[in-house]
Every structure is written in structure tokens, then in C-alpha cells.
């Protein structure tokens, strides 16, 4: 499965939305949870409100240009029959903005025949297609900021503000009571 599309946002923005777990479940399902970080090895999970927890494994992890986990079925362990890899690769558009290129690879490993991998690989590439479509919409609204977002089971909101200066400025206007 394959997807390129050109974000009308800066890279390091991209990067954060791909990498950062409390941006990624904003777009790629409703949670991103990765407690040891997202270095290469690390576990972690994603989760789909209906769908339950799928195991990930980080990858790749080269800053502003490549990030790759492997993920798997929901309530299983990793394993190559019920695996597949999902590569983001990024590079600078023409216009300015940044040129995302998914590709997930490993449908011929899936347990089952080849009809079970067809239909896995186009179910993925139709997930693949709202979820970018995701990533985008929420790349290109940072800069204004974006609607609240409710989690309620973690019993919080989120609202996000792209903030275009250094985060100790950013923290001293958060903590300094003048």
C-alpha cells in the first residue's frame, strides 16, 4: 500500500504529528501509547475506540525523514503472520511545504491466503486514505489552531496551537506570572 500526498506545512511540524504519540492519536486512531518513547525497539500500542489495542514496534526513527513501526493484530503479540510495516517518508515539497509518502509492506506474510492478503491490503489502504487525509487536515489547521478534542476515557481535552518560537519561550510565557 502506497500513498503520497503534499502537506501544506513546514516538516518539522509533519515530523512532530508522526512521531509524537499525544499528536499521532489525534489523527491515527484515538490512542498512541509508546511509554518508553519512539526509538527504534521500542513497544507500544495503538487503539481504535471499537476496534481495541494493536501492538506496534518502532522501527525506524531518523529525525525529519524516515519513521516506520510495525504493527499487528488487536490483542495478540507481535509476529510476522499478523504483522505488517508502515514506512513515512518525508521530504520537502516544491511549494514549501512537505511530501509524505507512506508505504505499508508485509500483506504476503499474513497468515491466510491470498485473497485474505488482498482483502487486508485493501482495507489498509482505505484506512490509509482517511487517515492521511487526517494528518493533513490537522497539519494545515495547527498554524490557526485546532478544535478541542475530547478523550473521554483519559477524561481530558485537548486543544492544540502551533506556537512558531523556542520552547523556552514558549515555557516562560506559560509559567512566568507576569
Avoid at 500526498?5 to 499528536?23: F, G, N, S
Amino acid at each position: 500500500v502506497t500513498r503520497t500526498v503534499t502537506v501544506a506545512a513546514p516538516r518539522d511540524l509533519v515530523w512532530a504529528l508522526l512521531t509524537a504519540p499525544d499528536q499521532l492519536s489525534q489523527w491515527f486512531g484515538q490512542r498512541a501509547d509508546f511509554p518508553d518513547g519512539v526509538a527504534p525497539g521500542a513497544l507500544g500500542s495503538f487503539g481504535w475506540t471499537g476496534e481495541g489495542e494493536f501492538p506496534a514496534r518502532i522501527e525506524i526513527n531518523d529525525p525529519q525523514t524516515r519513521f516506520a513501526f510495525t504493527w499487528g493484530s488487536p490483542g495478540e503479540p507481535l509476529r510476522e503472520d499478523n504483522a505488517t510495516t508502515a514506512t513515512f517518508t518525508l521530504a520537502d515539497a516544491a511549494d514549501g511545504g512537505t511530501e509524505l509518502t507512506v508505504v505499508e509492506t508485509g500483506f504476503d506474510r499474513l497468515s491466510g491466503d491470498a485473497a485474505a492478503h488482498r482483502r487486508a491490503m485493501e482495507d489498509n489502504a482505505q484506512g490509509w486514505n482517511a487517515e492521511i487525509d487526517e494528518l493533513v487536515a490537522r497539519a494545515e489547521a495547527l498554524p490557526s489552531g485546532t478544535d478541542p478534542v475530547a478523550d473521554l476515557d483519559a477524561r481530558r481535552i485537548t486543544h492544540t496551537v502551533l506556537v512558531r518560537t523556542s520552547a523556552p519561550i514558549v515555557w516562560d510565557a506559560l509559567t512566568d506570572p507576569s
